[in-house]
């Protein structure tokens, strides 16, 4: 439906610039620095995510997850983004934004990873202030939502430096590592205050 289109802003192939940082679309071209990333990072993230499925790595799964991506894009479902340093491209993780709704709502949900070389050194908090400005500035949404495990303390820490807003728990909320978990909720809204 044209008519509930959102205006077009930045083209988010051509990526969004951030305090030493920037977010662009995932490509094909990525899959051996994703896969390379991901496979070194596979204690640090497997806790905190999805169970990991047998060809979780393979090719094959990153060209399906692109060709979602590209179609909820279209769609305007959801953005997904690659995070790289800016002083050297290196790939640092990812952030999506899900779930988008429009109508009375105007809100998406928000996800992300970091790799463990990159973990506490401040990327993901300067990733997510930039995806801010794009999803307020450019999809006009009125709220983002995010959920962590209660046990994420670094997670919390980059919600709360993100200005997120704690709004309660929601038990069992997702299948964690095969595992229904309890998940603090926390939101931005457009005219909160942001660092």
């Known amino acids: 439906m044209a008519f509930l289109r959102v205006p077009s802003g930045p083209d988010p192939l051509q990526g969004l610039r951030g305090n030493g940082v920037w977010l662009r679309q995932p490509v094909s071209a990525d899959y051996a620095a994703w896969a390379q990333l991901r496979q070194a990072s596979r204690d640090h993230l497997t806790p905190f995510e999805p169970q990991w499925s047998g060809d ?111 709004e309660g728990v929601a038990r069992r909320y997702l299948k964690i590592n095969g595992e229904w978990r309890d998940h603090v909720l926390f939101a931005l809204l457009e005219d909160d205050e942001r660092p």
């Open 56 to 166: 979780e790595l393979t090719r094959a799964a990153f060209r399906w997850r692109i060709r979602h991506s590209q179609r909820d894009m279209r769609d305007d479902r959801g953005y997904a983004f690659f995070i790289f340093r800016q002083s050297d491209s290196a790939l640092l993780g990812g952030v999506t934004l899900s779930n988008v709704r429009r109508g009375v709502t105007q809100c998406g949900s928000l996800g992300y990873w970091i790799g463990a070389p990159y973990a506490g050194r401040g990327f993901m908090t300067h990733a997510l202030r930039t995806l801010l400005l794009f999803v307020f500035d450019e999809l006009r949404l009125h709220r983002v939502e995010a959920a962590c495990l209660p046990e994420n303390a670094a997670s919390i820490r980059v919600l709360e430096k993100a200005g997120f807003a704690r």
